[in-house]
């Protein structure tokens, strides 16, 4: 095990809430997140699996479509409930983070620890910014980012 930590924001900045895991990288990018390894993916299964090897610990920042949901609301998954998650993703990309997590199970290219931090979003259509909720609640997704980022080291 090589100690790295990857933080990864997930998500198209173009697709205005599907924009809160790389919103939430240049947060953390401004503020300095120097032990952790931070990153970009639109959540390509090979890309993402490119970007958590070697790393002991991955941090995963995304947004998700949950009906009928609460927009800006937190959910904190481990890397077992989300493999388990992957027949019923909520993700916004054509294949999940969970079948993603899933596949690299059987792979055996599962980090030591990887963690989830997802916020309900409320508009995936195509455009720029986030909605009023999601930005709401962007500062404490990034938080609990710090936080799983802190409790690695």
Do not use: K, Y
Not at 31 to 39: C, E, F, M, N, S
Not at 55 to 75: C, I, K, M, N, Y
Not at 83 to 98: D, K, N, P
């Amino acid at each position: 095990m090589t100690g790295r930590i990857v933080v990864i924001g997930v998500g198209n900045a173009f697709r205005r809430d599907d924009g809160a895991g790389p919103a939430a990288i240049e947060m953390l990018r401004a503020r300095g997140a120097p032990t952790a390894v931070l990153a970009v993916s639109d959540g390509d299964p090979g890309r993402l699996l490119e970007l958590w090897c070697p790393a002991d610990t991955v941090v995963v920042a995304e947004a998700v479509r949950s009906g009928p949901g609460r927009p800006g609301r937190l959910h904190t998954v481990r890397a077992d409930r989300a493999a388990r998650l992957a027949t019923g993703s909520a993700s916004t990309h054509g294949l999940g983070l969970a079948e993603t997590v899933a596949l690299a199970g059987a792979l055996g290219r599962l980090p030591r620890a990887l963690v989830v931090h997802a916020v309900e979003g409320a508009d995936f259509t195509v455009g720029i910014g986030l909605s009023a909720p999601v930005r709401d609640a962007l500062p404490s997704l990034v938080r609990l980012v710090a936080d799983s980022v802190r409790a690695a080291q």
